[in-house]
T-cell receptor, first 115, second 111 residues
């Protein structure tokens, strides 16, 4: 199957700082990338859908100015959590999909802890 | 009503038994259906995808889809302790669209 990487795998930052998470499709061109957030013992919650070269589409209730998404190439999307607060601490997971395929390939996730 | 509902867990089965996981969805226009396995602290891993009515088998796993009943299931035969995980059902309305996930069913396979 296709491989998606995320970096970093975990990060601890202080309240008020910004954190950037990278999502890369390693062996296919990802026309669409999705960003999810998962709190403990809860299901995946879609934050935004990102298409290469265009602005991300955010889900209701997700602040686009706080969670900046960039999908500059067919293999890279980034999520920047700006002015992070402890309530932003969560497991952030990206997935990538190529062309007309319905299959989503998930990255390994990034665990963010804001102190 | 949730868009994708899974049978409430946790589900516990003995090793070697069949585990049955169920999922219903509300959008009749849904086209693509997926089962993911998620181990604690890890990201989801695709187990099965199914697009048309009927059964689809892959090793010990069988996905069943009934669009008229808006129902999709996953059967795990000869369950192993390593199958212990949370299983997520996901539905898409178009191939390139976003997935809607159920809350997941936690399965424990006891040796």
């Amino acid at each position: 199957g296709a491989v998606v990487s995320q970096h970093p795998s975990w990060v601890i930052c202080k309240s008020g700082t910004s954190v950037k998470i990278e999502c890369r499709s390693l062996d296919f061109q990802a026309t669409t990338m999705f960003w999810y957030r998962q709190f403990p013992k809860q299901s995946l919650m879609l934050m935004a859908t990102s298409n290469e070269g265009s602005k991300a589409t955010y889900e209701q209730g997700v602040e686009k100015d706080k969670f900046l998404i960039n999908h500059a190439s067919l293999t890279l999307s980034t999520l920047t959590v700006t002015s992070a607060h402890p309530e932003d601490s969560s497991f952030y997971i990206c997935s990538a999909s190529g062309g007309a395929s319905a299959l989503e390939y998930f990255g390994p996730g990034t665990r963010l802890t804001v102190t | 009503q949730k868009e994708v509902e899974q049978n409430s867990g946790p589900l516990s089965v003995p090793e070697g038994a069949i585990a049955s996981l169920n999922c219903t969805y509300s959008d009749r226009g849904s086209q693509s259906f997926f089962w993911y396995r998620q181990y604690s602290g890890k990201s989801p891993e695709l187990i099965m995808s199914i697009y048309s009515n009927g059964d689809k088998e892959d090793g010990r796993f069988t996905a069943q889809l009934n669009k008229a009943s808006q129902y999709v299931s996953l059967l795990i035969r000869d369950s192993q302790p390593s199958d212990s995980a949370t299983y997520l059902c996901a539905v898409k309305d178009t191939n390139a669209g976003k997935s809607t996930f159920g809350d997941g069913t936690t399965l424990t396979v006891k040796p």
